[in-house]
């Protein structure tokens, strides 16, 4: 079965300062991958998804993540933080391949608080 | 991006009340998904729709039920509420998406329900 895992529960970072945010997926077939964010008390928001072809993605708000094949792994970065940045992140890859009709199986989420 | 609406975003109830958590979208998705999701945890699929009179139970055992007989419309229905019933409830709808045609899930704002 598919699984994400997100190995980081919380991190800190400085406002201005870069971040790495990891997500590592166990997945047979080529995956389809994405990245939510969720403020407080609020829905997700999509930040950018891999479906096929560069393996280096643009997001919004100036994210970006890479797909890694051999490291089974999507991690998401952004050069500099802004204190707006601070919210819970989620990695998300979809399952089941041609039949999955939309399915998402999420990681526990990486909290991100950022200091002035 | 699509436009999905929860309501009530915010909910207080007592014990033995029947609510129901209302859904709807405006792009015209046939696919529709409720997320059952536990403070600092990830998101669990407790049911979806492909479409009209189509409905599906999702990965984590729920009390609740769904109905899908508009294809702008997903409501949640709880007949008895219990206090571990107390979650937040994210609904989501997607749409196909780039030349891979793959699921992409659009999330609305949820319904943070606490029994009492």
């Known amino acids: 079965a598919q699984s994400v895992t997100q190995p980081d529960i919380h991190i800190t970072v400085s406002e201005g300062a870069s971040l790495e945010l990891r997500c590592n997926y166990s997945?047979?077939?080529?995956?389809?991958l994405f990245w939510y964010v969720q403020s407080p008390g609020q829905g997700l928001q999509l930040l950018l998804k891999?479906?096929?072809?560069?393996?280096l993605v643009q997001g919004i708000k100036g994210f970006e993540a890479e797909f890694k094949r051999s490291q089974s792994s999507f991690n998401l970065r952004k050069p500099s933080v802004h204190w707006s940045d601070a919210a819970e992140y989620f990695c998300a890859v979809d399952r089941d391949g041609g039949t999955s009709y939309g399915k998402l199986t999420f990681g526990q989420g990486t909290i991100l608080t950022v200091h002035p | 991006e699509a436009d999905i609406y929860q309501t009530p975003r915010y909910l207080v109830i007592g014990t033995g009340k029947k609510i129901t958590l209302e859904c709807s979208q405006t792009m015209g998705h046939d696919k529709m998904y409720w997320y059952q999701q536990d403070p600092g945890m990830e998101l669990h699929l407790i049911h979806y729709?492909?479409?009209?009179?189509?409905?599906e139970k999702g990965d984590l055992s729920s009390e609740s039920t769904v109905s899908r007989i508009r294809t702008e419309h997903f409501p949640l229905t709880l007949e008895s509420a219990r206090p571990s019933h107390t979650s937040q409830y994210l609904c989501?709808?997607?749409?196909?998406?780039?030349?891979?045609?793959?699921?992409?899930?659009?999330f609305g704002p949820g319904t943070r329900l606490t029994v009492l």
């Open positions: 997945y047979g077939a080529t995956p389809y």
């Open positions: 729709s492909y479409g009209v009179n189509s409905t």
């Open positions: 891999y479906f096929s072809g560069d393996t």
């Open positions: 989501a709808s997607s749409e196909l998406s780039g030349s891979s045609q793959r699921d992409t899930q659009y």
